[in-house]
Every structure is written in structure tokens, then in C-alpha cells.
């Protein structure tokens, strides 16, 4: 099987009023960031790190509430890509890999190293992983932030290439149309991120980083072509129709948060080009709650696009 490298990812939409809005593409000087959290006071966080712009974008129940400049790993130590969930939260942390280096307001993302915290802002990719924040940011986003938030990591591959990648899922996800996996005993509390890779025809659902889900999907042709990867946060409000995945029920709304170059279309989009086991869907509806992360992508879920340089769709703890 052949997949593309996701070659960057992030066109970042605001759609708060023309009076707050600010221009995404405004320079900001190393260590310089915008907070306004009065226009969402309340509701699901967030958290968006494009590597490409060496910034940070915080929205809080869909709206952008602030942004940053940071530092992300340099060369040879490059910050992963993907969906990742804040594992843990100190603080005052200081380093034990890299000899007693303090952390201020360290937020973990993952279990080898990665985490946000205050640093040095040189302007460039710096870190050995981690994502720098100005201090003051790092202790303001500290404060809006909790157990279990999704912080969502895009990078751009400077020379797309195709490559040979082998197959890895488990065997429980190797499933024929219609079927389906549910078992929400794994992980009974947390954040609820959804994948949806229509080069598989699978979807995934995980619950505070854990594989919770799977069902078989049928993807037609034109959804087959498209190309790129997009998330999408639930919003706090349903749409007028009625949801064509689960009947009887109004249609989630669902906001872009980011999308790759190429034009992925938005949950209720695909509707008529992706049909889903109702069953499933209504288990998966049910789940869904302000905050709630969907990340469509044509790219297949391997071990490689799992894991830098990829775009890591999905990394279950099994």
C-alpha cells in the first residue's frame, strides 16, 4: 500500500466577530502572544500547535481565545505530529532526562518526553521535543486547561515523497462492511477524539487516549479521491437538519479547526458519500459532546502515519 506524506496541514479559520478579529498572519516577535479569553469565557479547550508558523492557537468551545509564538524540537529532535491529550500537569516540573532543566507549567502529551512548558524562544525550532511558550502564556494557558484536553500537532514535510508503508492494525480493527467493535469498559472517562481515515474505510474512536471503537465504513469514489487531512471540534449547538448518520436526531455542528492543502469536507458533508453502520453511529452520537475532536483524513492508519514523520492519526494505549 501506498500513502503520501501529509505535507502541511494547518489554514487556521476564525470566525469571531469582524470587531475581535485579529489577523492570524500579523507577525509576533519571538515570545510574543495574544490572550482574550472574554470572548468564550467558558467551554471545552483546545489547544493547536503548527510547527510550519512555530505558533500556538488556543480555542475555547470553538472560538480562538488567544495565540502564541513557541519553539518546537530541532532537527534530529522533532517535535511529533498528530492528536495528542494533556497525560499530566505540573506546575513547577524539573527535568529528569535533561539534567535537572526546569519546566514551568508543564503539560505532559506523552510518556517519553513531550510536553508543553515556559522556555527559550529563539524564533526557530529549538527544543529537544517539547513546545516552548512564552511564560506568562504557559501559566495563562496552564489555567484554562485540563486533564485530558486534545492539543492537535501539525508539521509540513519540506519534500512530499511516496513511500512503501506495511499495514499494522490490530486484528480487531480488520473488519468486513457492517461490522464493528464497541467495548467503552476500556477507558470509562475523558475527552472523546474520533478518526475517521477513508483510505482504510475504517473509523476509530478513542476515549482520554484510549482505543474504545472501530467500525467498518463504505467510502464511495468520490470520497475516495479526496485528498488531505482536517479536525473538526463539536460546538455547543446542533445544525437545523436532521443528522443522515443517525435518524431521528439533529445533526451535530461541527467547526474547522484545520485543514491540509487539500479539501477535505466537514462531517455532515460526507454524508452522502460515507455510509456508517447506524448502530454504530448512534453509539458514537451519544459520545459526541462540546469539545469533542473528529479528524477525517485520506491518509491510511499504519504504524507509519502513526508515528513521526507522519501525521499520527491514532495512538491507542493497548
Known sequence: MKTTVLAGFFSVLLLFSTAHAESLTAPLKPGEFRWHPERAPSGPVLLAVTIPQQKAYVYRNGVLIGYSTVSTGQRGHETPTGVFQVLQKKQEHTSNIYKGAKMPNMQRLTWTGIALHAGNLPGYPASHGCIRLPLEFSRLLFGVTSLGITVVITGQDQSPQTREVVDQLSSRDELAHGEYWWEPERSTKGPVSVVASLADGRVYVQRNGVRIASSAIHVDDRARRLQGTAAFVRLDRNRA??????????????????????????????AGHVQVPVEFAAKVYDLLSPGTVMVITSESSTQSTRTSPGFVIMKPQV
Do not use: I, N
Not at 261 to 266: I, Q
Open 241 to 270: 437538519e436532521p443528522s443522515r448518520f443517525v435518524p431521528g436526531k439533529p445533526a451535530a455542528e461541527w467547526q474547522e479547526v484545520g485543514a491540509s492543502t487539500g479539501k477535505m469536507k466537514s462531517p455532515p458533508d460526507l
